[in-house]
C-alpha cells in the first residue's frame, strides 16, 4: 500500500505561482510513475504531468513552459511548480504513484486561480 499525502494548493491570482508538494510512503525511486492530475467541476480527471523512473517527463499540452514537474528521491517527495497560473488552471490536484502495475492516489488539492 502506497500512502500521498498532497499539500502547496490555495488561491492565487491569474499570472502567479503555487508550488504542489507530494510526500509519498515508502521509496519512491522505486515507483514507475510519479504524477499529476487535475478535475476541474463539471470535467474529467486529467493529467497534469508525469515523470517516469528514468526521468522521462510528460506535460499535458495546456500547461507545458509552465509547469514543471520533478522529484527528489531522498524526501521521497514529488513536486509540481506552476507558474504563470490561468484561472482555467483551477482543479483539484491529485498526485499519483504507479507501482507493480498498481496505481495509487492521494487525496486532492485544491487550486484556485483568480482573474
Known amino acids: 500500500q502506497v500512502q500521498l499525502v498532497e499539500s502547496g494548493g490555495g488561491l492565487v491570482q491569474a499570472g502567479g505561482s503555487l508550488r504542489l508538494s507530494c510526500a509519498a510512503s515508502?521509496?519512491?525511486?522505486?515507483?514507475?510513475?510519479m504524477g499529476w492530475y487535475r478535475q476541474a467541476p463539471g470535467k474529467e480527471r486529467e493529467l497534469v504531468a508525469r515523470?517516469?523512473?528514468?526521468?522521462?517527463?510528460n506535460y499535458a499540452a495546456s500547461v507545458k513552459g509552465r509547469f514543471t514537474i520533478s522529484r527528489d528521491n531522498a524526501k521521497n517527495t514529488l513536486y509540481l511548480q506552476m507558474n504563470s497560473l490561468k484561472p482555467e488552471d483551477t482543479a483539484v490536484y491529485y498526485c499519483?504513484?504507479?507501482?507493480?502495475?498498481?496505481?495509487?492516489w492521494g487525496q486532492g488539492t485544491q487550486v484556485t486561480v483568480s482573474s
Open positions: 499519483t504513484v504507479t507501482k507493480l502495475g498498481n496505481m495509487y
Open positions: 515508502g521509496s519512491s525511486s522505486s515507483y514507475m510513475v
Open positions: 515523470m517516469f523512473g528514468g526521468g522521462t517527463t
